[in-house]
T-cell receptor, first 111, second 113 residues
Framework: QKEVEQNSGPLSVPEGAIASLNCTYS??????FFWYRQYSGKSPELIMF????GDKEDGRFTAQLNKASQYVSLLIRDSQPSDSATYLC???????????FGAGTTVTVRA | KAGVTQTPRYLIKTRGQQVTLSCSPI?????VSWYQQTPGQGLQFLFE???????NKGNFPGRFSGRQFSNSRSEMNVSTLELGDSALYLC????????????FGAGTRLSVL
């Protein structure tokens, strides 16, 4: 079983719609959860992090964490063409000072 | 505040050579992590350094090594390059706390011919 799994995509949404990205992780001791955005040919850019169960909102982005279900999601509201990118879910497994990444979900926002 | 700086941005090497990549973290960050990104394997953790000490290491052969200097700058070395080492090598810096919020540099794209 992979440490971090994401819905494989690709995900295509119309402009203005909500994009929903999902991620599950295997280690119940995981403490920190991150979403990175990576444009083609660029490096990952941190867009959200969450530690506690529940929702965390930042602008058009909302991260949701459910530790009991070992599930973290990212919602992108009012999707824009500039949101077209690959979104990487990362998990800090316990206290070993490394991030484990999912394979990424590619999102395309259609104008 | 300057971000994470990686040099060089691009490298072309031949099999059997060795290569050294450099990473300067965000000012005040004492932890530097290295990752390899390939289309087939995604982002894979290589190692993490904090205050000149390696705290964690991924599942890579001994040809991959690193070090960190007293100013928190880090270098990664790959010896006896193989074709499969062609990848984007990413460095990320953080404060080194358990929350482990990491910020990435632009990466070094290595091509092995």
């Amino acid at each position: 079983q992979k440490e971090v799994e994401q819905n494989s995509g690709p995900l295509s949404v119309p402009e203005g719609a909500i994009a929903s990205l999902n991620c599950t992780y295997s280690d119940r001791g995981s403490q920190s959860f991150f979403w990175y955005r990576q444009y083609s040919g660029k490096s990952p850019e941190l867009i959200m992090f969450i530690y506690s169960n529940g929702d965390k909102e930042d602008g058009r982005f909302t991260a949701q964490l459910n530790k009991a279900s070992q599930y973290v999601s990212l919602l992108i509201r009012d999707s824009q063409p500039s949101d077209s990118a690959t979104y990487l879910c990362a998990v800090n497994i316990r206290d070993d000072y490394k991030l484990s990444f999912g394979a990424g979900t590619t999102v395309t926002v259609r104008a | 505040k300057a971000g994470v700086t990686q040099t060089p941005r691009y490298l072309i090497k031949t099999r059997g050579q060795q290569v050294t990549l450099s990473c300067s973290p965000i000012s005040g960050h004492r932890s530097v992590s290295w990752y390899q990104q390939t289309p087939g394997q995604g982002l894979q953790f290589l190692f993490e350094y904090f205050s000149e000490t390696q705290r964690n290491k991924g599942n890579f052969p001994g040809r991959f090594s690193g070090r960190q200097f007293s100013n928190s700058r880090s270098e990664m070395n790959v010896s006896t390059l193989e074709l499969g080492d062609s990848a984007l090598y990413l460095c990320a810096s953080s404060l080194g706390q358990l929350e482990n919020i990491q910020y990435f540099g632009a990466g070094t794209r290595l091509s092995v011919l």
